[in-house]
């Protein structure tokens, strides 16, 4: 039989992991060149760096239904658009990719906005 303390400490560790972090979408299309340089450039180490732990990354195709989670976010025909989601939420957005560069300088800005 569990004792008090470790029911109460399950259900919060089952609520904490439950609770959604914030991601990182990608809106991106097939045929996309900026989206290719993208992935070729950056998409490789981005799940290894600090920013892409704090907001993983999550593609979703703009010519594909929208997922029900991100109803409520705006899709552009532009692509890649980058929108930073926090609990449903819109945080940030960065339209296009700038290249290798601005991309990490631009993606640190949109990240602060997490502690504001």
Same mark, same amino acid.
């Given at each position: 039989?569990?004792?008090?303390?470790?029911?109460?400490?399950?259900?919060?560790?089952?609520?904490?992991?439950?609770?959604?972090?914030?991601?990182?979408?990608?809106?991106?299309?097939?045929?996309?060149?900026?989206?290719?340089?993208? !992935?070729?450039?950056?998409?490789?180490?981005?799940?290894?760096?600090?920013?892409? /732990?704090?907001?993983?990354?999550?593609?979703?195709?703009?010519?594909?239904?929208?997922?029900?989670?991100?109803? !409520?976010?705006?899709?552009?025909?532009?692509?890649?658009?980058?929108?930073?989601?926090?609990?449903?939420?819109?945080?940030?957005?960065?339209?296009?990719?700038?290249?290798?560069?601005?991309?990490?300088?631009?993606?640190?800005?949109?990240?602060? /906005?997490?502690?504001?």
């Amino acid at each position: 039989m569990m004792s008090r303390f470790t029911a109460t400490l399950f259900l919060l560790l089952a609520f904490a992991g439950s609770a959604k972090a914030a991601e990182l979408i990608m809106y991106e299309q097939a045929g996309c060149a900026w989206c290719k340089r993208f !992935n070729a450039e950056i998409a490789p180490a981005w799940p290894k760096t600090e920013q892409g /732990k704090r907001a993983p990354l999550r593609r979703v195709d703009i010519h594909e239904p929208v997922p029900e989670d991100l109803a !409520n976010i705006a899709i552009e025909r532009f692509t890649p658009t980058f929108v930073l989601v926090e609990e449903g939420k819109e945080i940030a957005r960065l339209r296009g990719y700038p290249g290798d560069e601005f991309f990490w300088h631009l993606i640190d800005d949109m990240l602060a /906005k997490l502690d504001q």
